[in-house]
């Protein structure tokens, strides 16, 4: 194993999850370990960002499907969105790289797919847009708002210009 990444659930919330960081990343100092990387909601991480720096880690993803506080409250248990933009910015300013993702959910968040598209670049960080995926009996069944990537890639392309990558990104979508 040459890298590695912190996921969840939320990892961040997870007791004495800063002494695991630690721990891993010994083995970014010694070379046995190239990459620690975070996955997160955001909702803690403006108290983690600099301490996660510290230790090496020098990418995270956060999963962000809107920029508008109602919709964020409606799709999240919790509902902060300022709080997960004050952790963005504590990420960004302890010189982690960050890499939003979004899923892409059909009349709720996708004619603000390309304003996100827009604010995320402004301030230097990828946006990927991942197909919402089936979660059985855990979830409110989305197959109703299932958004084919492909259709949302024709409607980028009329208001951006769109080149394909020759590298997959670090996470799970392409």
Same mark, same amino acid.
């Given at each position: 194993?040459?890298?590695?990444?912190?996921? $969840?659930?939320?990892?961040?919330? #997870?007791?004495?999850?800063?002494?695991?960081?630690?721990?891993?990343?010994?083995?970014?100092?010694?070379?046995?370990?190239?990459?620690?990387?975070?996955?997160?909601?955001?909702?803690?991480?403006?108290?983690?960002?600099?301490?996660?720096?510290?230790?090496?880690? !020098?990418?995270?993803?956060?999963?962000?499907? =809107?920029?508008?506080?109602?919709?964020?409250?409606?799709?999240?248990?919790? $509902?902060?969105?300022? !709080?997960?933009?004050?952790?963005?910015?504590?990420?960004?300013?302890? $010189?982690?790289?960050?890499?939003?993702?979004?899923?892409?959910? !059909?009349?709720?968040?996708?004619?603000?797919?390309?304003?996100?598209?827009?604010?995320?670049?402004?301030? $230097?960080?990828?946006?990927?847009?991942?197909? =919402?995926?089936?979660?059985?009996?855990?979830?409110?069944?989305?197959?109703?708002?299932?958004?084919?990537?492909?259709?949302?890639?024709?409607?980028?392309? #009329?208001?951006?210009?769109?080149?394909?990558?020759?590298? !997959?990104?670090?996470?799970?979508?392409?």
């Amino acid at each position: 194993v040459r890298k590695l990444r912190l996921t $969840g659930g939320e990892p961040l919330v #997870r007791k004495n999850i800063m002494h695991l960081v630690r721990q891993i990343s010994r083995h970014l100092e010694s070379g046995a370990l190239e990459e620690l990387t975070l996955t997160t909601n955001g909702s803690q991480l403006s108290r983690f960002a600099a301490e996660l720096a510290d230790c090496g880690v !020098k990418r995270i993803n956060v999963s962000l499907d =809107t920029l508008d506080p109602e919709k964020f409250r409606q799709i999240t248990r919790w $509902g902060n969105l300022d !709080k997960v933009m004050e952790g963005i910015d504590a990420a960004q300013a302890a $010189g982690l790289k960050v890499k939003l993702n979004a899923v892409a959910l !059909k009349d709720f968040n996708d004619a603000e797919l390309p304003e996100m598209l827009r604010w995320a670049h402004g301030r $230097g960080m990828e946006l990927t847009v991942i197909e =919402t995926m089936p979660m059985g009996e855990i979830d409110a069944d989305r197959t109703d708002q299932y958004l084919p990537l492909s259709l949302l890639r024709a409607a980028l392309e #009329r208001q951006f210009t769109l080149t394909d990558i020759p590298y !997959k990104t670090g996470g799970p979508a392409r």
